[in-house]
């Protein structure tokens, strides 16, 4: 069978083939040069003509070059020696470690169907005030993290990992996606010195690797999340940072096969491309696979078309806020646009249900007299507003907290906050216990309780 190479492009080689009902789309070609070994991912095929898309750098490749069908298409281990390992997109292991009688899986079958599909209300608790408060998260939920550049995605999802290993010494999936190799090697750093790399397994698809390979990387993070969930019977935790740039990657892709893109830039298959990622994350009987999302919001847009796709998919979003960020109000969460979808009175339970929307009405308030205070001073407000004002000031303070993951920048001792300390101290603030306290005492604390008041 005769496949040559007739047109290259960076991320789009066009081959001919004699016996194109022999291949199929996701199938592997291999080029041989003398230089190195190429791989093509078919993409599309129509007659003879046969558009793929490959794996690396094209530089020294040639037209005319023979292709050949290679056995497998992309895989990855699917074995207990995932963990402590870290891989590339394409299940190529990238830290020096090797696999001992390598079993390996299909990065894109998805063997889950409705029947097997289990939902599971049991509350995982974060110890972020802000997030068990506003936002709880349920095992098999997906949440969002919602952010601009530089509001601290990022350090939010490090501090999940850490909280949620000493809560519940789950295992852990970590995926980047056209992140900063730096932050990448800094996660596997901390791991290891915390002697936690054992509980983890990364999939790094670097910033600056081509589109397809950082297009890759979920599918291949997903797999060895289906590993633990399906062969372990585990309860996984699935970070995903971040999720944007793989609809990023999709739409580089898409221009460079010359398709049209809808508004925005983005390819016309992006939902279909989103549902085949988020449908395979779930809850099964025996296990669950709990993911964390971090999204990229371009020019702080939350309407924009790829986060409102990628939203729709989410079980509650955690919005952070650059306007936040810039009262040194941290982690810098919006709590108006943060949601879950546990915010039931059947779910939470009353007592929880009713401080949550009480505080969002103190909090609403607050801005609305911040604005009458700047126009006619704090003396016109009535004695009950002036009330709701400070006490919401202490709330909004309440609710910052020292991260474990950023101790070394800030010399701050990370808190761990329990769910039953969180609604007394909610309680006590808006009860008036604390109207005595200055509000600078509950920047950056855990529990009140730490103060001795």
């Known amino acids: 069978m005769a496949n040559k190479i007739v047109a290259i492009s960076d991320i789009n080689v066009q081959i001919y083939s004699d016996l194109p009902q022999q291949l199929k789309v996701g199938d592997l070609l291999m080029a041989h040069t003398e230089e190195k070994d190429y791989k093509f991912e078919i993409v599309e095929i129509n007659n003879n003509s046969i558009t793929t898309i490959p794996l690396s750098s094209i530089i020294g490749l040639k037209r005319s070059v023979e292709v050949y069908k290679m056995s497998d298409g992309l895989t990855i281990e699917y074995s207990d020696q995932i ?7 394409y299940g190529e292991l990238i830290d020096g470690n090797t696999i001992a009688q390598p079993s390996q899986k299909s990065i894109y079958n998805n063997d889950i169907n409705l029947e097997n599909i289990n939902v599971d209300y049991t509350i995982l608790p974060t110890g972020i005030k802000v997030l068990d408060f506003f936002a709880p998260i349920s095992k098999g939920f997906k ?52 002697d936690l790399l054992d509980k983890i397994s990364i999939v790094f698809g670097q910033m600056g690797d081509n589109p397809v390979s950082r297009s890759k990387a979920v599918y291949s993070g997903l797999t060895l999340a289906e590993y633990l969930r399906d062969s372990k019977k585990q309860d996984v935790l699935l970070f995903i940072d971040n999720i944007y740039r ?129 126009i006619l001073g704090i003396d016109e407000l009535s004695q009950d507003d002036k009330m709701i004002f400070y006490r919401s000031r202490k709330l909004r303070n309440y609710f910052t907290q020292p991260m474990f993951v950023a101790e070394n920048y800030t010399n701050i001792p990370g808190k ?38």
Do not use: C, W
């Open 83 to 89: 963990l402590g390992k870290v891989f590339n997109s």
């Open 143 to 194: 949440m969002g993290l919602l952010g601009g550049a530089g509001v601290g995605k990022t350090v939010v999802i490090k501090e999940l990992i850490n909280n949620l290993y000493k809560s519940h010494s789950s295992n852990a999936i970590f995926v980047g996606v056209g992140e900063r190799s730096r932050e990448g090697k800094e996660l596997y750093d901390e791991m290891k010195s915390a």
């Open 246 to 374: 793989f609809v990023q990657a999709k739409s580089e892709i898409s221009s460079e096969l010359k398709r049209i893109p809808v508004e925005n830039g983005y390819p016309t298959t992006m939902a279909s491309d989103v549902s085949e990622v988020e449908e395979r994350i779930n809850s099964v009987e025996g296990g669950s696979i709990t993911s964390f999302q971090a999204v990229y919001v371009p020019a702080d847009d939350l309407t924009d078309e790829a986060v409102q796709t990628i939203s729709g998919h989410l079980d509650g979003q955690i919005v952070l806020d650059r306007k936040v960020a810039e009262k040194g109000l941290y982690p810098a969460i919006n709590i108006f646009q943060t949601s879950s979808k546990m915010i039931d009175i059947e779910r939470i339970g009353e007592k929880h249900y009713n401080l949550v929307q009480q505080v969002l009405f103190y909090l609403h308030r607050y801005e609305e007299l911040e604005e009458i205070i700047a």
């Open 416 to 453: 761990f906050v329990n769910l039953a300390d969180i609604l007394v101290d909610v309680e006590n603030i808006l009860n008036g216990h604390y109207d005595n306290v200055d509000e600078s005492k509950f920047l950056y604390i855990g529990s009140i309780k730490e103060l001795g008041i």
